[in-house]
């Protein structure tokens, strides 16, 4: 079979063997598995919470007046909360807690 790929002027190229440190899923879960073995509690619940802090960071507050702001661009100027969001470089969720919150 080589010798007919190469008779018609193609290449043959082998890729290299399987490696998790290639895979990104892998590191993930490689990740997940250190955290659960290092949990003080063994609940998935402070698995996560560990995991948000150490693996994410915490999660961003939004002041009073960063509140306000958001407000009256919505209020009084009808931009949509993605807009926002960009123009305040957070995350539309984010936006949505701290509406829900005050």
Excluded: C
Excluded at 10 to 26: G, H, M, Q, V, W
Excluded at 51 to 56: E, K, L, N, S
Excluded at 73 to 95: D, Q, S, Y
């Amino acid at each position: 079979m080589r010798n007919r790929i190469r008779a018609v002027g193609a290449r043959l190229l082998f890729l290299t063997a399987y490696s998790p440190d290639l895979n990104p899923i892998e590191q993930v879960s490689a990740k997940l598995k250190h955290l659960m073995r290092n949990a003080a509690k063994r609940t998935l619940e402070d698995t996560w919470t560990k995991a948000r802090g150490v693996r994410f960071g915490t999660r961003p507050t939004f002041g009073a007046e960063q509140n306000a702001h958001t407000r009256q661009l919505i209020e009084t100027e009808n931009k949509p909360v993605a807009e926002i969001a960009r123009l305040l470089g957070v995350h539309r969720t984010t936006l949505h807690r701290a509406l829900d919150a005050h």
